[in-house]
């Protein structure tokens, strides 16, 4: 698990490695100043392998906008001892967002997918010689244990500008959802799995036809167990707010009809994971309560044959930006949430929920 903690003027980047049921181990991997910190595009560290790991954060664009900022990535390849100097995956140089990356394991490397909006504004295509698009695209890219990069891939060329990126790895390669766009402002999830070097051409998950003049901050995730593939994702098609889940059987070629995991107007914020080799857990923050006008956040099981499981109602939480996206990792033995408590303290809870606990 990764959290960043102000540390006088500027701030860190810390780790927590759990094994067994304890947290065993805690280390830092960064520290520094002009970092872009926000609630909704925040840093990771993956275990690309035990040894060979790859972290992120986001850093400001010396002298730019708001939401000009770079990803830097570091590597570490002696499980979090050392960390390697930063670099970006990207190497445009632009004043521009970059940002809302996911990091996964291909063969020995580790994979990187980000959104990207070097194109949204009108910055000159010097290798074209043509305008930009003015959208933002999903990019990729591979990084080895020496930091080497491979060329840059656009995967998606319109896409939501600040939904998260999500990739599940499957056996038979990754498979990457994220929010995409069109001309017209349906904005609905899209798939795309990497065969070979080389990405395929979009298709849609859902296809509610959303349309939205505006990002809802709200993306896809999946979770893979072999060739099973479970997305869940939040849409508000026909001005109904409402979580969604789905199956697929062959690694993410297809999938199922839609499930509505929460169709009360619920705030979203999705995680999913497979709690066993039959059953996903998907969770999200649901509407407010009546009775407390908090909302709560929420699990529910799926099973692969399409049953439901009641919903289980964990803790209230924020609907604000303070309290973050919740996280959940599957354990041998149950499941592992974590999310960001309330204004003073904020703070890192977390919750161990039993495989036994989790109702069918």
């Known amino acids: 698990m990764s959290w960043v903690e102000p540390f006088q003027k500027e701030h860190i980047l810390k780790f927590a490695v759990r094994k067994k049921g304890r947290w065993v181990k805690q280390g830092t991997i960064a520290l520094g100043a002009n970092w872009f910190i926000n609630w909704a595009d925040f840093p990771s560290v993956r275990a690309i392998d035990p040894s060979f790991w790859v972290a992120h954060w986001l850093v400001k664009y010396p002298g730019g906008q708001p939401f000009d900022y770079d990803i830097a990535l570091s590597i570490s390849t002696d499980e979090g001892a050392t960390w390697s100097p930063p670099k970006h995956p990207h190497r445009d140089g632009s004043a521009a967002e970059h940002g809302f990356a996911t990091i996964f394991p291909i063969n020995d490397e580790a994979g990187i997918i980000w959104l990207d909006g070097r194109e949204y504004k009108n910055i000159p295509n010097h290798q074209k010689g043509q305008k930009p698009s003015g959208n933002f695209s999903l990019r990729y890219t591979r990084m080895n244990r020496k930091g080497n990069f491979g060329v840059e891939q656009i995967i998606d060329h319109n896409t939501c500008t600040c939904c998260g990126t999500t990739v599940a790895n499957t056996t038979t390669g990754p498979v990457a959802a994220w929010r995409s766009r069109t001309d017209t402002e349906i904005r609905d999830n899209h798939i795309a799995h990497l065969e070979g070097d080389q990405w395929s051409t979009p298709q849609p998950l859902g296809a509610e036809g959303w349309e939205i003049a505006g990002c809802p901050v709200n993306g896809p995730m999946l979770a893979a167990q072999d060739m099973y593939v479970v997305g869940a994702w939040f849409t508000e098609e026909g001005d109904h707010p409402r979580v969604r889940a789905a199956f697929s059987h062959n690694g993410g070629q297809t999938f199922s009809q839609p499930i509505d995991i929460d169709d009360t107007d619920p705030f979203g914020r999705i995680g999913v994971a497979w709690s066993s080799q039959n ?40 609907g604000g930006r303070d309290s973050g996206f919740p996280q959940i990792s599957a354990e041998p033995s149950g499941v592992l949430l974590a999310w960001t408590g309330t204004t003073p303290g904020f703070g890192i809870h977390t919750a161990w929920i039993p495989s036994e606990n989790l109702a069918q």
């Open 279 to 318: 059953t996903a857990v998907v969770t999200w923050i649901t509407a407010p309560d009546q009775a407390t006008n908090t909302p709560r956040l929420a699990l529910r099981t799926l099973s692969l044959n399409g049953s439901i499981g009641p919903i289980q109602y964990l803790t209230e939480i924020s």
